[in-house]
């Protein structure tokens, strides 16, 4: 199925992909599931003292409701980090541990979650220190 065809930009199909054999001249019904998804953005501070700034480059992880990491991304220069195609569900962002142990700093893990009333949850802050 081509996802560019879909009304909505938030659906996907799922599985991502698989290839079918049919006989010539036999119609083959297929059902496919077409999933809702979202997405998470926030920002990521440093504190130092009374400082607390935005950090960029900092790698950042989503963690399914199982604790499995589903997502990475990198926070921006302004420190924005955004996760898109986001099945809804609940979820738990943290920094990747290569950042922290870089950083010195660590930063408490975020739990948050999306569903179909609040498809995009914004301003989930992790703020290292």
Do not use: H, N
């Not at 420190?79 to 700093?105: C, D, H, N, W």
């Not at 999306?114 to 949850?121: M, N, W």
């Amino acid at each position: 199925m081509d996802q560019d065809s879909f009304s909505d930009p938030f659906w996907i199909v799922q599985p991502e992909g698989f290839s079918v054999l049919s006989r010539p001249g036999v119609a083959t019904v297929m059902d496919f599931l077409v999933r809702e998804t979202g997405a998470i953005e926030g920002t990521v501070f440093i504190r130092r003292g009374q400082q607390v700034r935005e950090a960029s480059g900092v790698g950042i992880e989503l963690l399914d409701g199982e604790g499995r990491v589903v997502k990475q991304t990198t926070s921006a220069r302004d420190g924005f980090y955004v996760f898109e195609m986001v099945p809804y569900g609940p979820y738990t962002i943290r920094v990747a541990e290569k950042s922290a142990a870089q950083l010195q700093l660590t930063a408490p893990p975020q739990s948050t979650a999306i569903d179909a009333g609040t498809p995009v949850r914004s301003g989930v802050q992790l703020i290292l220190e």
